[in-house]
């Protein structure tokens, strides 16, 4: 399904906090946090000419995060990121000067950190990220999941140090149990979704998915004309929507929301004019998008700046999983997990979609840019699903049929 933005805000500015946070000054944070990383390098981004060609569009340009910071996921660059920019917050009150990143590895900062203990709920990858960040800077983790949890991917997390609690129910139901359980323990709940009162650290996470945006305007041979992100509780789709939006100005591409028809929050609060939660259907196979109550950030900016909003099928983002593994026509093989390749799967639903296509404007000069938000972060599951493990995924190019 299919939805122009037609909210009463669209087109409107950001609001100054979201701009500072999303725009140039909030990524040199982010980019300087990464500088510190020994395991930082930018994530490569491919050209899909084949399919490119096959779909009838200029070019077809992935970002592959399935290769960021050793977690196979863009969040990589979300949770962690917030954690070292909180512990620092900390040290800075308890030393009585100013610390920045240079610091975080020092004796006094890891000693503040000893004493903080950050706690979230994931689907899987935010809290690896977080447990990365807290095993970082010596501190603890608390990592909340539901039932739908693989425990490959909760053992993923573990071996981070975190201490894992299951939570019956879904997403939703573990995000409100890991606030309410760091509340009652005075720890620090590092939330990928907003809440009335709790808005900075969300932003901070978003601020460290800006990075991969920078990465790409930098690698990419021309700025993209159309963009197709997909959408958990929204946080990846905003901060790519407006730092592009930031950076780019009048040039900024048309810019399309992809969700899950299955866990649909940002095109139900597309389609009703704000935020709401919906009922929680049969689970998707996207399960990192599985999210049933988009962020009330991601909402206001996405109301803003996002051109469409739209689903794709289980099987869709299937068939995006098979199509990079066994690439053809001068493609690279890409790992794509369940929930990587929904963007793509949306592009190529767009395409097939009239009135989509048409109030896109996608057409054979569209320069469109994707992100593989994830590759294979449970090897399992990704081989019942392709048919081939992960490491036996072919790196070469693929030969023309």
């Known amino acids: 399904m299919f939805l122009k933005n037609t909210h009463i805000d669209f087109g409107k500015p950001l609001s100054a906090t979201d701009a500072d946070m999303l725009g140039p000054e ?13 395991d ?43 954690v070292a920019r909180l512990v620092l917050d900390e040290a800075s009150k308890r030393l009585g000067r100013s610390v920045d990143m240079a610091e975080l590895q020092t004796p006094d900062v890891r000693a503040v950190a000893a004493t903080m203990t950050f706690a979230c709920a994931t689907d899987g990858n935010h809290g690896r990220s977080v447990a990365q960040g807290a ?8 990592i909340s999941v539901h039932s739908g949890v693989s425990a490959e991917r909760v053992a993923a997390i ?16 573990s995000v409100a149990e890991a606030a309410r359980v760091a509340t009652e323990n005075g720890w620090t709940i590092v939330s990928d979704t907003a809440w009335p009162g709790y808005e900075r650290i969300p932003g901070l996470v978003m601020q460290g998915y800006t990075a991969l945006v920078r990465e790409a305007l930098q690698q990419l041979p021309e ?29 900024r591409p048309v810019f399309t929301v992809v969700d899950p028809a299955r866990a649909a929050c940002m095109f ?25 109550e988009p962020s009330p950030i991601a909402w206001r900016i996405l109301s803003r700046l996002a051109d469409g909003f739209m689903t794709v099928e289980d099987e869709d983002a299937i068939a995006v999983m098979n199509r990079l593994a066994r690439p053809v026509a001068g493609d690279p093989a890409i790992i794509s997990g369940e929930s990587g390749g929904a963007g793509l799967a949306g592009l190529i639903a767009a395409l ?17 840019f994707v992100i593989n938000t994830e590759g294979a972060t449970d090897p399992q599951r990704y ?10 995924v072919s790196h070469r190019v693929g030969i023309s049929a």
């Open 352 to 368: 097939s979609d009239p009135e989509a296509r048409a109030a896109l404007g996608l057409d054979e000069t569209a320069r469109v």
């Open 135 to 142: 095993q970082l800077v010596g501190a603890r983790s608390v």
């Open 268 to 292: 139900e609060a597309a389609k009703a004019g704000r935020p709401v939660a919906i009922a929680h259907a049969e689970p998707t196979v996207m399960a990192m998008l599985e999210c049933y």
């Open 383 to 392: 081989e019942e699903l392709v048919g081939i493990a992960p490491d036996k």
């Open 26 to 38: 909030g990524t040199a944070q982010a980019q300087n946090y990464l500088g510190h990383r020994d």
């Open 40 to 82: 930082h390098k930018p994530t490569p981004l491919h050209a899909l000419p084949g399919l490119s060609q096959a779909l009838g569009v200029a070019s077809i340009h992935v970002k592959d995060e399935g290769h960021r910071l050793g977690l196979g996921s863009f969040k990589a660059l979300g949770g962690a990121y917030a």
């Open 158 to 173: 573990a071996r981070y140090g975190a201490e894992m609690v299951r939570v019956e129910g879904t997403y939703d139901d």
């Open 223 to 251: 700025v993209p004309t159309h963009v197709f992100v997909q959408c958990g509780v929204g946080g990846i789709a905003a901060a790519v929507a407006a730092h592009l939006a930031i950076e780019l100005g009048e040039d």
